[in-house]
């Protein structure tokens, strides 16, 4: 059995072989069928060729608010038919879940999270068919909690996570992690507490990279109003490799989040701390599926509106390296009944430690529009820009994908979505600038 598989069925076993846990929550899923057109399938600078591509779908999200069990889970699975046979059929998924069972209330939890998705296979070639992988991270493990009194009680944690990746080795992974954490609640709306942590990982192929252990300790303070949200966690992270040296270096992470209006919304997210690829992928502690701050629905169940959004792939470097992660990233959101906008800038910096290979400066922003024509109409468009600076290599792409869509709700279970994207890379590189027209016609039905 394929280790996803493996992991897809232990993350169903955590939840079905629980003794005496009902499942009450909400279910909703969307069924879609659909047929691409791409002129550039490949996305080679010369000699393109044009393809078509089957693809049924479907999109689902589950939501449980119980007192025993709580679970937000957000997934897509579909099939891609090609007609060029150059490229075999694919099946790709992507999941974002997170569920905890409070096996004992205000005591004894059991929390897991899981992602999976798809990333190059080689970050530095154009995101073909056949320059795709799955990937999945899994996290899984119980927290026990206690009090001191009534404003301060304490955590003790243990975690053990998987990553896999279907045709990179240096990828894969297992991972423990201890954590001891003292939370003070100084008021109904401010939390602060300290953390210490300690993760082991190991690798399966150390040809490309060193085993390590990660320690860290820092300080973690939340303040949430109505219309203001401070989140801020600064503290200290230090890295054995097995046989590299040893780094070390502050950690912080702030965001700000402000909703001057019931429409309007800002956050602004500050980031100076050591990651891998397998750490990015997972959500950061505190955080959910859904973030509350960019005015985004707080049901993830509203996230399967737009079945046909498909599934990209990413960009990270999919490997066992460490970095250091310098980033800012801001989020503006405007929701009104009939227009939806939200724009979004990037600026990130990585500085590998064990090899520069790729280390980059990223200046990106992302622009999605949506607006209702008629009640059962609907036009969006999207513009992304990525400009990516690999320092070591000499190397510059410019990224950018931009398209438009119209979708009519013609019952209420039945829809149909028209919608056209195109993408272009201006790379300083020979041979690894492209640019592709995607045409897509689907049929969507709602439950």
Known sequence: MPAFSKLARA?????????????????????????????????TTSNPTSTNIFIPGVNFAYQELGSTLQANVVGTLEYLDYTNSQYDSQ?????????????????????????????????????????????N??????VLRFHFNEATRGEAELKYFNSYASKVDDFDSSRGLGAFRVIRDVS???????NAEAQRVDFRNNTTGSDYTRSSLYGHYVHTLRDFDVDALLGWTYIDFSNEPGASKPMARVTLGWRPSVDNSFSVTGVYQYSDAAQDMLLQPGQQIV??????????????????????T???????????????????????????VTIAPLYRELSYLNGPTFDQTERSGAFSLDYKLRP?????????VDHIDYHSIDRTDR????????????????????SYTRQLRNSSVVDQSYHENEYMLAVVFHR
């Open 11 to 43: 993350t169903m076993l955590a939840f079905v072989a629980v003794p005496g846990m009902s499942f009450a929550g909400t279910f909703g899923y969307s069924l879609f069928g659909s047929f691409e057109h791409s002129d550039n399938i490949a996305l």
């Open 91 to 135: 099946t790709r998924t992507t999941l974002t879940a997170q569920a905890n069972w409070s096996i004992m209330p205000q005591r004894l939890d059991f929390t897991i999270e899981d992602d999976a998705g798809i990333q190059p296979v080689d970050t530095l070639a154009s995101n073909a068919p056949d320059n795709q992988q799955q990937t």
């Open 137 to 142: 991270v899994l996290a899984l493990g119980p």
């Open 188 to 194: 109904p709306t401010t939390q602060v507490s300290l």
């Open 291 to 312: 973030d509350s701050m960019t005015n985004v629905p707080s049901n993830p169940l509203d996230l399967i509106n737009d079945p046909t959004r498909g599934i990209n």
């Open 314 to 340: 990413g960009s990270m470097v999919i490997d066992s390296q460490v970095y250091l992660d310098r980033s800012v990233e801001a989020t503006y959101s405007y929701h009104a009944d009939r227009l939806s």
């Open 376 to 384: 059962t109409l609907f036009l969006s468009g999207f513009l992304n």
């Open 399 to 418: 990224d950018y994908r931009f398209g438009a869509a119209l979708s009519h709700q013609f019952t209420q279970q039945w829809s149909w979505r028209l």
